[in-house]
């Protein structure tokens, strides 16, 4: 037998030996930490690997402890990351029930990935199935499993990969192996070896509200709704709204003349989304194949309570065609991938989403489709999404996928239980009066659901320690935020029924703690939405520096500040003349450039500026305005009504300033720019961003200039060749 190769779980870290090298390639689940990976040959390197004990015949075994000698020289990886505080924050800021919502969603959404597959070695069996020899025994590192168990833990008798008897339904697909049902070769089969079977029905919670499915697919497997009439009209919504900072917000999102106001927010009833093909996405990852487009089924239903002028009346959109089916006309778009449709139920509602979903819809009339699978979800929260693939054991422990091996013991152990035993899912928050969390896991059988409401309670009670370690060490200002989450975890009720485990918690008054928070956390994401602006802006610039220097490189000149007609005349702006060095030659080649900007002709393309040109998110400014203008006066660039050479920057060109952001726009197509004050050289600057404004230097480099500079430098800056010493 050759040698034996040493190879490292990089989940681990754990240094194991591979006896058997045909297993290269292969994946196999580690014998520490049970999480799959696949093996690759390591690298040829110079260290010296430690003998250790040979376990048996096996042909995957894990080395002893490290020994003595080794320990003395210092703390091993494991010492080391025993000693990490690492965890205790975020499972303070992510704990509490609405750390329970995020871990719940992620699992819903495609935690997908069975960390306790097993591994398929080579053992000369044609079909692949592994052998006691390929895979090291249980009682590895992690100590020894009781007779039948599995990676996730012991299994009763019999008992299959689903975590029920082999015997008994594991799944929509009993008897499907590798689907849940009985599997005797011990392996997950090929995706497509079985067909699937409907998932059983369930049982509807006591006093809860019946799911709408109406104009949804049948076979839908995933839905979100979102009631936004219940949310925008709420109390604590309407205290938010009369926030000044928000209406600044909105006026800048909602400009005067944009077709959807306010008003018509309030209007919208609800928003639901549904979607099908998950399952088959994943029987196409399975088996390493790429799902079809048009396999997906993705239908959204728009439901308002008073008429809306813009859905009444839409604006005609590119590409759309008319289309009939059994008698009804809707509208459809094409695109390379799938074909998009869109049908007026009536005047309160609307329906969009491919166009095989939207006939669907039409031919149902309406009706919505008998799903008794999807009876335990209680649909009274403002926000719901629900989970209920065909193939949960396809989509939820999906061996392609992996699930994290490491973090806080309360949170793993929820996310495994919940990855070992959820059938179908739903999580659903309400945020008007009173703040709410619900979330319902349906389990593969009633032992799923004892294990399920075991973890649930061990999650709550670490997110309360967690919550009072971390108010040791906050500062004042987020005690507001550390009530509401003690309120959130000690409310925290658990009930299981039938095959499915409740959980729920809610936050009474909301409408007075959400407009405080709200109130508290709107500066810093007001300040984040400035930077992003910022950030957009110093791009337009670095572009338009750029356009100047490609201009430069193919006519030994910068642009002129404007295109002149032959008696000296300006007609048009330099930002006409770098079109084609932005990309925007088809634009360049529509002007008349013997007509002044304001020609009949030209003046019909003021509306086609390009977006480079547009300051972002300020919606005050007129449609085809730009604050973008390069410096023109005395010493100055441009002060020549010829383009400059370069070699006309004596001060350097990381001294000149060659384009700013100007506090009064001008047409784009307009030969105006900024003409410097020069007795205050910063009038007319600094008042778009309030504190300052940036300018692209005639090197290309884009800098931000504060309000508190020095005149005398800035008024070195706009010269090219003053031979100033500027320091900024």
């Known amino acids: 037998m050759p040698s034996p190769i040493s190879i490292q779980c990089p989940h681990c870290s754990q240094t194991l030996k591979l006896k058997n090298p045909k297993l290269l390639g292969r994946k196999v689940p580690c014998p520490k ?84 597959a097993p591994a398929v070695a080579d053992n000369g069996d044609a079909n692949g199935a592994a052998t006691p020899d390929d895979v090291s025994p249980a009682g590895g590192p992690g100590g020894p499993m009781a007779p039948g168990a599995g990676p996730g833990g012991p299994m009763p008798p019999g008992a299959g990969p689903g975590g029920q008897p082999s015997g008994q339904p594991s799944g929509p697909n009993t008897g499907a192996p590798g689907f849940g049902g009985p599997n005797q070769g011990g392996r997950p089969a090929v995706a497509n070896s079985a067909p699937l079977k409907p998932n059983p029905p369930s049982k509807a919670r006591p006093g809860g509200v019946p799911l709408d499915l109406s104009y949804l697919p049948a076979d839908t497997e995933a839905i979100a709704l979102v009631r936004i009439g219940a949310i925008w009209n709420s109390k604590a919504a309407q205290d938010i709204l009369a926030n000044p900072l928000v209406k600044d917000s909105i006026d800048e999102a909602m400009p005067p003349d944009s077709p959807v106001s306010l008003e018509d927010i309030g209007k919208i009833e609800s928003v639901t989304l549904g979607a099908s093909g998950i399952t088959t996405a994943a029987q196409s990852a399975m088996t390493g194949g790429q799902p079809n487009p048009n396999l997906f089924k993705v ?18 959109i590119p590409g759309a065609q008319p289309a009939q089916f059994g008698g009804v006309s809707y509208q459809k778009v094409a695109n390379p991938f799938f074909t998009v449709a869109w049908w007026k139920v009536n005047s309160k509602t609307f329906v969009i989403g491919t ?55 309360g949170v793993m152990g929820f996310v495994r239980a919940v990855h070992q035993n959820v059938r179908a899912a739903s999580l659903g928050l309400t945020l008007s009066n009173t703040l ?18 075991t973890a649930a309670g061990q999650l709550v009670a670490e997110g309360q320690q967690a919550m009072n370690h971390i108010r040791q060490s906050v500062p004042p200002s987020f005690i507001l935020v550390l009530n509401m989450g003690d309120q959130l975890l000690k409310g925290v009720k658990i009930k299981p029924q039938n095959d499915v485990m409740y959980m729920s918690t809610e936050l ?74 932005i990309g925007e030659g088809a634009l360049y080649k529509q002007f008349h450039l013997d007509e002044p900007w304001d020609s009949p002709h030209n003046k019909s393309l003021i509306p086609e500026m390009p977006v480079v040109y547009s300051l972002p998110n300020q919606n005050e400014v007129a449609t085809g305005h730009t604050p973008y203008q390069v410096v023109r006066g005395p010493g100055s660039l441009f002060e020549k009504d010829a383009g400059p050479k370069m070699r006309e920057i004596t001060d350097g060109t990381v001294n000149t300033i060659l384009v700013v952001e100007a506090d009064k726009p001008v047409v784009w197509t307009q030969p105006a720019d900024f003409i410097p004050n020069t007795q205050n050289p910063s009038t007319g600057l600094g008042k778009t961003r309030k504190t300052g404004f940036q300018a692209a230097l005639a090197d290309g480099s884009v800098r931000f200039f504060d309000n508190t500079l020095d005149p005398m430098t800035l008024k070195a800056l706009f010269t090219r060749n003053g031979g100033e010493a500027v320091r900024f």
């Open 33 to 116: 930490c049970k999480t799959p990976f696949v093996l690759e040959e390591p690298e040829p390197e110079d260290d010296v690997f430690e003998e250790f004990d040979d376990f048996g015949d096996d042909e995957f075994d894990a080395p002893p402890p490290p020994s003595r000698r080794r320990a003395a020289g210092g703390k091993s990886k494991k010492a080391k990351k025993a000693s990490r505080p690492g965890w205790v924050l975020p499972v303070a800021i992510g704990g509490g029930v609405l750390g329970i919502a995020a871990v719940v969603a992620i699992v819903i959404w495609g935690f997908g990935g069975d960390g306790d």
């Open 299 to 316: 239908a959204g239903v728009l439901r308002v309570n008073e008429p809306i002028a813009i859905l009444d009346n839409p604006p005609p």
């Open 355 to 409: 166009e095989s979903a939207v006939q669907e819809a039409i031919k149902n009339s309406g009706q919505p489709p008998v799903r008794p699978d999807l009876a335990f979800v209680d649909a009274k929260s403002e926000i719901l999404f629900v989970m209920a693939p065909a193939g949960p054991d396809l989509v939820f422990r999906n061996p392609v996928a992996q699930i994290p091996n490491d973090g806080p013991p």
């Open 436 to 453: 709410s969390l619900d979330v319902a896991v349906r389990s593969m059988g009633p032992q799923g659901v004892s294990q399920l409401n």
């Open 508 to 581: 009474k008054n909301a409408n007075q703690s959400l407009p405080i928070l709200f109130s508290m956390l709107l500066p810093a994401i007001q300040q984040a939405r400035g930077e992003a602006r910022k950030m957009q802006s110093k791009n337009n610039l670095k572009q338009i520096a750029i356009s100047h220097h490609n201009y430069l490189d193919t006519y030994n000149t910068f642009p002129a500040p404007a295109i002149l007609d032959a008696s000296g005349k300006p007609l048009l702006s330099w930002r006409v003349a770098v079109l084609p060095f």
